[in-house]
């Protein structure tokens, strides 16, 4: 079965700094899609970045860079300069890219709240 | 382009009545997802529609929840008898295809009393 743990319930950042949000993620799969969105507090699920399993190089969107290690089974979300438009939740999701399987079901952690502090 | 729609934003029911959430797709993405969103948590998939057709609903409780999605556009989720469990965040989601990033609607939040 997928899974998806995100260990960090709430973060701290100053503003214009750097922060790092943690993803793990377990999947029998050889073929899967790795997804950070964005919730501020008017609900909405904002897509941030991707990430597939056999891409060679780690994402950028950005300010936003996903930080891949297949081996440890880690796709951790790196925003840079961050603003105070960057207070929200912040959730990884994963799916299975195999045919056959849960097509397009996507697997969301607990998510993380990150504060931007001026 | 226009995105998800859903109605209502705010809902307040009582248990053991009914509600009923629509939503509308972006225009031609075949694909569309009902999720389920209770506090502290993240979305969890209730039902999957490829065009008219449902896709996975193994996570739908069908004894009181039901969907439908007429013609392959629009969709409404259902909800009878309502119990307080069900108070959460409804989110529907669609997509081109299932292999295609998935656009978000600004959900309905359900109250039940």
Same mark, same amino acid.
């Given at each position: 079965a997928q899974k998806i743990t995100q260990t960090q319930p709430g973060m701290f950042v100053q503003e214009k700094e750097a922060v790092t949000l943690d993803c793990t993620y377990d999947t029998s799969d050889p073929s899967y899609g790795l997804f950070w969105y964005k919730q501020p507090s008017s609900g909405e699920m904002i897509f941030l970045i991707y990430q597939g399993s056999y891409d060679q190089q780690n994402a950028t969107e950005g300010r936003y860079s996903l930080n891949f290690q297949k081996a440890r089974k880690s796709a951790n979300l790196v925003i840079s300069a961050?603003?105070?438009?960057?207070?929200a939740m912040y959730f990884c999701a994963m799916r299975s890219m195999n045919y056959g399987g849960s097509q397009g079901n996507l697997i969301f952690g607990k998510g993380t709240k990150l504060s931007v502090k001026p | 382009e226009a995105g998800v729609a859903q109605s209502p934003r705010y809902k307040i029911i009582e248990k053991r009545q009914s509600v009923a959430f629509w939503c509308n797709p972006i225009s031609g993405h075949a694909t569309l997802y009902w999720y389920q969103q209770i506090l502290g948590q993240g979305p969890k998939l209730l039902i999957q529609f490829q065009n008219n057709g449902v896709? %996975? %609903?193994?996570?739908?409780?069908?004894d009181r929840f039901s969907a439908e999605r007429l013609k392959g556009v629009d969709s409404t989720l259902k909800i009878q008898p309502a119990k307080l469990e069900d108070s959460a965040v409804y989110l529907c989601a669609s997509s081109l295809e299932w292999v295609n990033e998935q656009f978000f609607g600004p959900g309905t939040r359900l109250t039940v009393l």
């Open positions: 961050s603003q105070l438009g960057d207070s | 896709v %996975d %609903d193994s996570q739908l409780p069908k």
